[in-house]
């Protein structure tokens, strides 16, 4: 479940819009991929001390294929929220199993406008314009502009190594059949890339997804759908 001056782009109606107001929040999902079942998905967004946020998920693998491998992902964006919008600090990404390993770390400098990558041992600093985000916030930065009334969002997202700029389109509500039951959910769809990813969004729901798809850098479509709130 993603340029003007800021870098950061939503087409909004012309009526008034209000920033969102982060909440703490937890959820868990089904995850399968290519339609057999992984596991469960735990995501977890609180509120630090400092006044900054943290949004994490894990997703172990308990059923077939990923339960013999001992799969373990966990993904850890911290971040301040202004205006509406996530600002990151921190983005952390690890991945476990039997055959294979990886982790990812970048901390992002708003003051030099750069971000530090590392991934395993490979290391990269590359130019964040204002308003980047890390690919688990990202997930908050539409769910804000869905209920900003936006149409499209344009964000620049780090990954490994640069800044990829990600479009997205706001493009219909249709009701949805999830574990957690049914939804009136808010379509968004990649479209620089598309088929890459789609994102429901519930208004009853919060900030995250009610559903996420997305097709991963090997070709297996790896679908979350709410379980439990």
Same mark, same amino acid.
């Given at each position: ?13 012309? @009526?008034?819009?209000? @920033?969102?107001?982060l ?19 735990? +995501? ?12 994490? !998920?894990?997703?172990?693998?308990? !059923?077939?294929?990923?339960? /013999? ?25 690890r ?10 770390h ?17 290391? +990269? ?28 969002? !344009? ?27 049914? +939804?009136? @959910?808010t ?20 900030? /995250? ?10 070709? !297996? ?9």
């Open positions: 479940m993603r340029t003007l001056a800021l870098a950061l782009l939503v087409a909004l109606p012309t @009526a008034a819009v209000h @920033a969102v107001e909440k703490p929040a937890s959820a868990i999902y089904a995850v399968t991929r290519n339609g057999s079942a992984i596991g469960d998905s735990n +995501f977890n967004l609180k509120r630090n001390p400092d006044g900054t946020w943290t949004l994490t !998920s894990e997703t172990k693998g308990t !059923s077939g294929k990923a339960r /013999l491998l001992g799969i373990d992902v966990r993904e850890e964006s911290t971040f301040r929220w202004n205006g509406g919008k996530p600002q990151t600090l921190v983005y952390d990404y991945q476990s199993s039997m055959i294979k390993s990886r982790t990812r970048i901390d992002f400098d708003a003051t030099a406008q750069q971000a530090h990558s590392q991934e395993n041992k490979d290391r +990269f600093t590359y130019a964040t314009p204002p308003g980047t985000t890390d690919r688990g916030t990202l997930q908050l930065l539409l769910a804000a502009a869905v209920a900003d009334g936006a149409h499209e969002v !344009s964000a620049p997202v780090a990954i490994r190594d640069r800044v990829e700029q990600q479009h997205y389109a706001v493009t219909r509500d249709e009701t949805i059949q999830v574990p957690a039951g049914s +939804f009136n @959910a379509r968004v769809e990649r479209t620089d890339n598309p088929g890459k990813a789609v994102n429901w969004y519930a208004p009853n729901a919060g900030v /995250l997804p009610i559903k996420v798809q997305q097709v991963s850098g090997d070709g !297996s479509t790896v679908v979350l759908e709410l379980k439990q709130k």
